[in-house]
């Protein structure tokens, strides 16, 4: 499909009033609103590797204007997100338009547009002393003790410098009002930040959140495999609720209470 | 839903090798007993498995 022409159909049959993709801007990449106005600069749309949350862009649109439609470039990622923005009532799908672009390579496209196709190189510091990038969750509770585990991540944890890019770039982290930011939780101005409550705050947020998107891990100038974090933390949820985060629109078991369950709680092993 | 929760976050610690740490117990306010044996066997095992070691971690980070 010719992306920029189905783009500029969509704004100018004014099924959208704004088209969320990407344009190059002195040599970079960078996210941008196509408009009917100016829909010829839809000739120089970028489709590339490169990955932004544009679903966290049209939620900030949204805020200003809950009218306004928003045609977006999406991936696989980007329905998953846009999924579970819809269940949490952040966008309305009835609003939102989407092209989507080549994902994942398949015997009918010969290639992706996806950063994480290429997995990221651990070098061998971090593969003795961290954790691997590409490690599953299992694995690492298999292969590593209690101490070890808690060493591997700590050694991880304490290079974080606090930037909060992990958060900023999440599509699905819209809270008005961050934890990481409550000066109960997480001491304001002072650096480096305490472990692990930073990052345990984080990965319990991601609980029935979280759609394995990786841009927190592209994000994180510390190097440090928070999408690795977030698979366990996905893992755990899928075992214990049965939920997956983004995979269509159903509400968060977090969000319900008071139901009944099965599970009982766990014996105190002495 | 208390009892998912609390497993997802056993889960989480055990992950980060922090599992023991944590635990749940339905206790109705006639058990009297069954909290004082609860409380005391937990308040053991925890002193049985030593200082949190987060603490040294964090003290040595602030240390420089
Ligand atoms: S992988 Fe990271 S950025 Fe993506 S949804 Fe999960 S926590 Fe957010
Ligand atoms: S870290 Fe937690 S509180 Fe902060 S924006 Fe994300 S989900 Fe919301
Ligand atoms: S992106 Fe990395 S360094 Fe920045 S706050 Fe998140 S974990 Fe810490």
Redesign the pocket.
Known sequence: MDMVKAAKELLLQDKVDIFLGYRKLDGHQIPHGFTKAHVDDLDQLEISLNRYPLEKIACDLAQKDPALKIGILARDCSQR?LNLLYTWDQLNPENIETLTVNCCPSPLSTHGDCSYLTPKPTGDYKKAHGVDYNDSPKDFLANHDSGERLSRWMYEFQKCIKCYG?RN?????FCKECSLEHPNLVEPGVLPAEVPIFHLIRATH?AG?????????DACPAHIP??ML?REVNDAVSDIFGYVPGDHIEKSPFSIIGKTVELTPAPMDV | MTVKRIAFVQELLKFMGLEGRLHLEWISSAEAQKYVDVVTKFTEKIRNMGPNPLRAINEMKKAG
């Open positions: 997100a992990c770039v999440c599509p699905v982290c991601m959140r979280c759609i394995d998107c990786g841009l927190c891990e928070l999408r977030y």
